[in-house]
Every structure is written in C-alpha cells, then in structure tokens.
C-alpha cells in the first residue's frame, strides 16, 4: 500500500526534512510538500535585506531546486490540521489527505498582550517582511533632517534583533542617512540567557556602530509614533520594529494535540500525541529532557535529518531513532562584522579562545550558510552567494 506522506513549511524544519525524506523513501510511500511560499529562506541572512534588497535572490532557493520531480509541491497557506480525519485543510486548494504528516510550520510572533504592540511594529519572519522595514526604513531617511534624524527603534535584542539593528546601522552608514537607532529589552543584558562574554562582545560592536541601547525596562504600551515603558520615559518612533518572542502557527489552533501556545509538544523521536503526526522546527516544543531544543535554525536542521528518518522508519515498522540536540556555539553578525562564541571545532577549524570577532567569525557565519545552502543544492550555489552571506 502506498503511504500518503506530507510535510508543511519551507523553513529549515520542513526543507531539511524534504531533502531527506527524498532520500529515504521508495516507492511505496507519495511524498507531498506544502508551504505558503514557492521557495525557501534563509531565515538567518533575511536581515541582511533590510540594507539591500538586492541579496534576496542569494538567501532564497526555489522549491523546484529542493523538491524531486516525484515530490508533490502545493503552494497554498495551511489553515487547519484534522488530525481525525488525516486531513490537511488548505485556504484556496483542496484538502489533502495523509498517512503521515510532518509538522515544520515555523513560529509566529508573541506580543505578550502588550497593548498596541502588534497593531504599531513590523516584524521580521519572511521575506516580505524584511523588504517592508527596508522601505519603510528608506521613506523615514527621505522625510528626515541631520537636525531631526529619523528615530527607528527594534524592540528586542536576542538574535534577530541585534542582526536587523547592525544591518540598519549598516544602511545608515552607507547612504548617509539621518537616523538614530534604539534596540530596546526588557531584561538587564541584550542577547538574554547567553555567556556574558558574548553579551559585552556584541555591546560593543553595537555601541561602536552608534546603535543606542535600552535595557532593564519593559515595554508596556504601543502607540502610533511612541512606545511607553514601565519606568523610563515614552520613546518616540518613525519605525518600529518587534522581534521580542514566538509563538505558534494559528493554523495549529485546532489541531488535537497535545500544545502549548499553539506550539505542538513532541518527543524526542519527534512523534506527537498523535503517532501520525510529527513536529519539528519552531512548531513544536522537542521533549530534551530538562527543557526543550531551543528555536534555532542550527537546532532545526539537525533535527530534520532525525525527523525524516523517523517517518521512513516508522512506515517500515522499524524503531525510531531519538534526537539530541548538540550546540554547536554561535555565531552573530552585526553589520559587517560578527562575533563567534562556544564554537565547537569544524570545517577544519579550532579556536584556541571562547569567544572571537574579526575575520575569522565573520568568514565563518558565511561558511555556516554556504554550507546549509550547499546541502539543499550544491556548493556551486553556495560558492554564488558567498558575498550575500
């Protein structure tokens, strides 16, 4: 009998799990691949479009390089998962039934109920995303004086957020344009919850880029052109971008499984509360024992070559394999420039220091993206799109 198998989203989660789900299954089991865009983004580089548009076709990969000519692609927007009746429910395409689904629909962005905050920020998950801060960037520089600079502020400074506030730093420098930058957190230190070392690395290459940083006091309100703190003064804004949280996909909503916040609970196997359905990526909360594989793309790649293999295995009646995510340090870029923290040796490289900037961290964020794209097609891509990266 034949196996229906579907997989939703061409993020990490999902484009990883595609390309090995190609090689994995004969011809007993149909492959069918669903995401609401006909490529997949380099989620990680998007920030460098909001400097320059035109790097966009170097951080994207169409579905027809990805997906084999017997994968089946749909491009449409999930908008429920029937997981009684094995039903994907599309929002213009018929419903596609399965016998096995894989969840990768990657996250959406939490507001907290912080009032006014979705109605009044741009975010940044797609593409489209990062060429709306970039125009929106571009008309504030227009209307703008060096007497009264344009006063663009990103609210959260984890990942995404100290990227966009380099690469607006970078924007800035290079048209010289009159604009004050502000990255805002609520909690005492940007980048929260990792190594002070990295912490005061990437303090100082932002401070050294003129981005004003904002720390120990949250946001409480959003209002059209000011945002309202809970001790500090009210900060006014010409742009206002948010990149403080995820949650889940709404489309998981209905779904009857065992979540938090739309975000689906799976296993270590990456099975969920129902054995048909599996989740990886920014979708699901991966059981790591004390707390769970954090949303990273790093994480989501390695987790798709697991996935993948689980549901060729779980269709041959074979035991799945469990997952265990390894850290393997991290990388963050701020404009032209990078630090490099906790990197564990590879691609023939070893660090004698824990956390590193110059150079060598910022060849090797290129290299870390050089080599994703590679895997999803080959290195002559890669090697195309090196000076994007």
Known sequence: ????????????????????????????????????????????????????????????????DIAEPTTQFIQDSVTNLDVDEQVVELADSEDVEYDYVLVGLGSGTAYYGIPGLAEHSLTLKSLDDALEIHDRIETASR??????????????????????????????????????????????????????????????????????????????????????????????????????????????????????????????????????????????????????????AQAAWQAAEVAGENISRVIEGRPLRTWEFEDKGTVVSVGDKAVAHGVKPAFGLSMPVDTFGGRPAKNLKKLIAARWIADLTSWNRARKCWSSL
């Not at 007497?147 to 800035?172: D, K, M, N």
């Open 143 to 296: 209307e703008a004086t060096r007497g009264e600079p344009a006063q663009i502020v990103i609210g959260g400074a984890g990942l995404s957020g100290i990227q966009t506030a380099g690469e607006i730093a970078e924007f800035r420098d290079k048209h010289r344009a009159p604009l004050e930058i502000h990255l805002v957190e609520a909690l005492d230190e940007i980048f929260p919850g990792n190594d002070p070392e990295i912490q005061q690395a990437l303090r100082d290459l932002l401070e050294e880029a003129g981005v004003r940083i904002h720390t120990d006091d949250p946001i409480t309100e959003a209002e059209d052109g000011v945002i309202h703190f809970d001790e500090g003064e009210p900060l006014e804004y010409d742009v206002f971008v948010w990149t403080g949280g995820i949650t889940g996909r709404e489309a998981l909503e209905g779904a009857d499984l065992e979540k938090e916040h739309n975000r689906v609970n799976a296993g270590a196997n990456f099975q969920t509360s129902d054995e048909r359905v599996f989740a990886i990526g920014d979708s699901a909360i991966v059981d790591q024992g004390n707390q769970p594989a954090p949303p990273t």
């Open 1 to 64: 009998m034949t196996e229906n198998v579907v997989v939703l989203g061409a993020g990490y989660a999902g484009a990883g799990a595609i390309s090995k789900l190609q090689s994995e299954l004969d011809d007993t089991a149909r492959l069918t691949w669903i995401s609401d865009t006909d490529y997949h983004l380099v989620l990680h580089e998007a920030h460098r479009v909001v400097r320059d548009p035109t790097v966009r076709s170097d951080i994207t990969i169409p579905v027809h």
